[in-house]
């Protein structure tokens, strides 16, 4: 005769009666049940677990007259089987291991791509910021070549780093604007200019 056994997802609050080769499988995290019972002069008995490597196992009610000790009468075989023998009956409550909390994956940053563009052409002397068509993010300019008679002299940094403002010095006429976004000309500097920052999504 087919032993039947009773489980219990306890968190699911679900009970059904299965045979060992049809059992409810619960979601991960929840502790569940398992009733395995064995006559006294019987063999060893196997009970299919729903956890196939539990964090635990233990012997939750004794429904037995007689007594079941871990190791000599019941015990959990890998993988995923109570055994009970010797008149051992009971309901024992296996728990699964806690799933591991991954942290989330790093957003990776665009590739850093470089354009020249020319800033300050007509731009009559007044305060022209200009765009690098593909950047999002410009991370180093390079003076390339000065086009205009007024002298172009570089903002303190123009080398980005995260958090840190471009301030500009009085007497720069170029630099990057503070959301390292464009470069500036100003007071009749006109040049072309190499720049290099992280592509548009």
């Known amino acids: 005769m087919r032993t039947l056994t009773l489980i219990t997802i306890s968190l699911a609050g679900i009970s059904a009666y299965a045979d060992h080769d049809s059992q409810p499988w619960p979601r991960p995290g929840n ?3 398992l009733e395995c019972a064995s006559e006294i002069n019987s063999g060893r008995v196997y009970c299919k677990s729903p956890i196939a490597d539990p ?3 233990i012997l939750k009610i004794r429904i037995s007259l007689w007594s079941c000790i871990e190791g000599k009468n019941w015990g ?3 993988p995923g089987t109570v055994w009970t023998e010797g008149g051992c009956s009971g309901i024992f409550e296996i728990t699964p291991r806690p799933i591991p909390i991954l942290p989330p994956s790093p957003i ?3 590739p850093e791509v470089s354009v020249q563009i020319r800033c300050g052409k007509d731009a009559n002397f007044h305060h022209v910021p200009c765009s690098a068509p593909g950047i999002a993010r410009i991370t180093k300019v390079d ?3 000065q086009k205009s008679n007024s002298a172009c002299i570089p903002g303190e940094r123009t080398i980005w780093t995260p958090g840190v403002v471009w301030p500009a010095p009085t007497e720069s006429t170029w630099g990057v604007t503070p959301d ?4 500036w000309i100003d007071r009749g500097c006109d040049g072309i200019f190499d720049v290099h920052g992280y592509a548009t999504r």
């Open 108 to 110: 990776p940053l665009p």
């Open 76 to 78: 959990y075989s890998y």
């Open 180 to 183: 390292a976004a464009q470069v």
């Open 55 to 57: 964090l635990s196992v």
């Open 31 to 33: 502790t569940v049940t």
């Open 143 to 145: 003076f390339w070549k």
